[in-house]
C-alpha cells in the first residue's frame, strides 16, 4: 500500500499521507532541515471518498500538480489541485457508481497522455 508521497513545487517540498486510521489525508512542508509542518488536511466526507484511504500517485500536468487518493473503503478516487502552498483543492471525484474497479484500491499510478492524465 502506498500511504504517502511526495511532491517538489519549486523551493518546496510537500508529503501527502494518509490519516490516523485512513480517514483523509494530510499535507506537509519539508524543509531544508527535514522539518516537518502540517499545512493542510482533508476529512472524509459525502464528496471526497476519503474513507480508509489505500493510495496515493500525482502528476504534473502543463506546469499544474494534481494529487489522486484512493480509497479501499469509499472505492472511489478523489483528484486535488495542489496549490502553491502545498494545501489541497478537491477538484473532481470518481464513485464506485461512475466507474467499478476501484475497491480495495491498493496502489495509484498516474501518468500523462496527450495533456490528460490516466490513472
Known amino acids: 500500500m502506498n500511504l504517502n508521497t511526495a511532491v517538489s513545487g519549486g523551493a518546496n517540498t510537500y508529503v501527502y ?3 490516523h486510521n485512513g480517514n483523509g489525508s494530510t499535507a506537509y512542508s519539508v524543509d531544508a532541515s527535514l522539518n516537518f509542518t502540517q499545512v493542510d488536511q482533508e476529512f472524509d466526507t459525502g464528496a471526497t471518498y476519503l474513507g480508509d484511504v489505500s493510495a496515493f500517485s500525482n502528476a504534473n500536468v502543463a506546469g499544474v500538480e494534481y494529487l489522486f ?7 472511489g478516487v478523489s483528484s486535488y489541485l495542489i496549490g502553491s502552498n502545498g494545501a489541497l483543492s ?3 471525484t470518481v464513485t464506485p457508481g461512475e466507474f467499478s ?4 484500491a491498493q496502489d495509484l499510478i498516474s501518468l500523462e497522455v496527450s495533456a490528460k492524465i490516466i490513472w
Open 17 to 19: 499521507t494518509a490519516n
Open 69 to 75: 487518493v484512493a480509497s479501499a473503503y469509499d472505492a
Open 90 to 92: 478537491l477538484a473532481d
Open 101 to 104: 474497479g476501484f475497491y480495495l
